[in-house]
């Protein structure tokens, strides 16, 4: 028989870490590593509208890492699991501010906030910031309320989110876009 992606072991509303434990679909962490697959999800649309060789590698790259990160959370912190998972490193997050670096030293001074917009991609790069942060937020809520997260996963998460803003605005420029620059009113 082949296999099932269908187990029907969360019909009513519970779903199992690594390691086993069930935990209710509702539980913190279940919602971290969700943030985090659907963080995944939009750079993969991101990568569909653009035709960049180089992005789509590095994104390519964040996304196997995510798949790392979704799998530290969704690992019972009490229990060890009986298969060796991926890690992050300090490397991983190096790499990310090198991409940053790489980006910014093409790019022209920021004067002002600016608005999402400019580029199909870079909008969807936006929205994946913003992803990226409330996925953030949720592993800092975890902490918070004694659950464990890894120090690389929210330092990793922080530095992704600084790099897809870093790289909205590179497709922007990459592609001819215009920023647009946030005109605050003030009566």
């Known amino acids: 028989m082949a296999f099932r992606v269908y187990t029907k072991t969360g019909d009513k509303g519970s779903t199992g870490l690594i390691g ?15 943030t985090v697959d ?17 992005i789509n590698e590095w994104i ?24 060796k998972l991926p890690d992050l490193h300090e490397s991983d997050i190096n790499w990310l501010e090198q991409r940053i670096d790489e980006m910014d030293d093409q790019l022209p001074q920021m004067k002002s906030f600016i608005l ?26 975890m902490q918070s309320n004694g659950e464990f997260v890894a120090d690389e996963v929210l330092k990793y998460l922080n530095r992704l989110s600084d790099f897809l803003f870093v ?3 590179f497709i922007v420029h990459q592609n001819g876009g215009v920023e647009i620059p946030w005109r605050p009113r003030i009566q």
């Open 167 to 169: 790289l909205a605005r």
């Open 38 to 54: 659907e963080l995944n999800s939009v750079l993969g649309v991101v990568t569909d509208q653009l035709g960049d060789k180089t």
């Open 60 to 83: 390519l790259e964040i996304q196997d890492r995510l798949f790392t990160v979704g799998s530290s959370l969704a690992t019972d912190p009490d229990k060890a699991p009986k298969m």
């Open 20 to 34: 086993g434990t069930r935990v209710p679909k509702d539980h913190i962490r279940i919602e971290a590593y969700g």
């Open 116 to 141: 999402p917009g400019g580029h199909v991609a870079a909008s969807h790069a936006h929205v994946a910031r913003c992803v990226c942060r409330r996925a953030e937020r949720l592993c800092v809520h």
